[in-house]
């Protein structure tokens, strides 16, 4: 009996002994940085960065990126169509909101972790509470004038009041100021393009047309967004309809995933990829001018 108790307690001030070695053996891998997963990527992903670096570093930098473009470009005074080619990011663009819809595919983004950027009319900003904030903070927002007007059609100081107007209310709301602007239709001409600049904002088309505002189908939405994005696509998509939140969750997002794309904001690709000077002023051609 003497002797079983023996090995038994041996057995426990072994079986201690070794749980204090692998005890401190974690805790020095914890000091010197060796994890047995690997730490979660950042969903900024900005380049050139430590890899210890802060979610808020990284945030400043990016930031930082973004405006940097955006000042050079706003100078050159001419369309944005699509990013860099050089990664495999694609920008989704949704137009006429906020609206019924705008929560709900604010959800499926956040789900997804995906980015998007948000231009919004101007008379619908009083109804809207913290919408434009919500949108902001999942990629961006963007000026789509007070009332939706066809630009070319106004007198300048009429076309100066659909822009500025927006822009200082859209500040307002989203908390932030407003750097992106996209003409209803994608109509604009040279004193559009003056008028955005003087604003000091960069004026944002797309490569890729979903069609919704057409009418189509989900499906259709989506096979036309699968088929035609390409690294650096810009996206049109309106967030005001129903078969484009549908196409959204089950189609468009998955196949962007599945094909290896990431879904980014206007602001992130420029900040990651943005385009050459001479795809800008080849203008939509320039988007196009390397097949992928």
């Not at 980015?115 to 963007?142: D, I, M």
């Amino acid at each position: 009996m003497k002797r079983v108790l023996k090995i038994l307690i041996l057995t426990l001030v072994a079986a201690g002994a070794t749980a204090v070695i692998v005890l401190e053996a974690q805790r020095a891998a914890t000091r010197s940085g060796h994890r047995e997963q690997p730490p979660s990527v950042n969903v900024w992903r900005v380049p050139r960065q430590e890899p210890g670096a802060s979610p808020s570093v990284r945030a400043r930098v990016y930031r930082s990126n973004s405006q940097a473009e955006i000042r050079t470009l706003v100078q050159l005074g001419l369309p944005l169509y699509c990013g860099g080619d050089r990664r495999r990011d694609v920008a989704l663009t949704f137009d006429d909101g906020p609206g019924p819809y705008t929560p709900l595919a604010l959800r499926i983004l956040r789900h997804d972790r995906a980015r998007a950027t948000f231009f919004l009319v101007g008379r619908n900003l009083s109804a809207a509470g913290r919408l434009p904030r919500a949108e902001r903070a999942l990629g961006a927002v963007g000026d789509h004038t007070w009332t939706h007007a066809f630009l070319p059609g106004l007198p300048l100081r009429a076309m100066d009041a659909q822009l500025a107007e927006t822009q200082t209310a859209l500040a307002h709301s989203s908390g932030a100021p407003v750097q992106l602007f996209r003409p209803p239709y994608g109509a604009h001409t040279t004193a559009v393009d003056a008028e955005a600049r003087r604003l000091g904002m960069l004026e944002v088309l797309w490569s890729v047309d979903s069609r919704d505002w057409a009418g189509a189908s989900w499906h259709r939405i989506a096979d036309t967004v699968e088929r035609d994005a390409r690294p650096g696509s810009i996206v049109l998509l309106h967030e005001n309809h129903g078969q484009t939140i549908r196409a959204l969750k089950f189609a468009i997002l998955p196949a962007l995933r599945r094909r290896g794309f990431t879904p980014v904001s206007v602001t992130q690709l420029l900040a990651l990829d943005p385009p050459t000077r001479t795809q800008i002023r080849q203008g939509l051609k320039g988007c196009f001018s390397r097949d992928s």
